[in-house]
């Protein structure tokens, strides 16, 4: 089982959305700093997040919350 998780940073209150094969460590990652693009805005909550049989799936998924549309949608729902 894969995710495509959207998280918020209680720091600055923008998104983040990536994709994994588990969210508790990646949450944990993001939170305990060890993700570089990351780091300066923790601490994260989880706003959403979605789950996909196959990588590919939540890989796609990733990729379109990540155009404009995506984002326009994901604020929309979460601001």
């Not at 940073?9 to 305990?32: P, V």
């Amino acid at each position: 089982m894969y995710y495509v998780y959207v998280l918020k940073s209680e720091k600055d209150g923008k998104l983040y959305t990536g994709h994994t094969d588990n969210i508790e460590r990646r949450l944990s990652e993001h939170n305990s700093g060890r993700v570089r693009s990351t780091a300066a805005r923790k601490p994260f909550i989880v706003l959403h997040f979605e789950t996909f049989p196959t990588k590919s799936e939540a890989r796609w998924q990733e990729r379109c919350l990540k155009t404009a549309w995506g984002k326009k949608k994901l604020k929309s729902s979460f601001i």
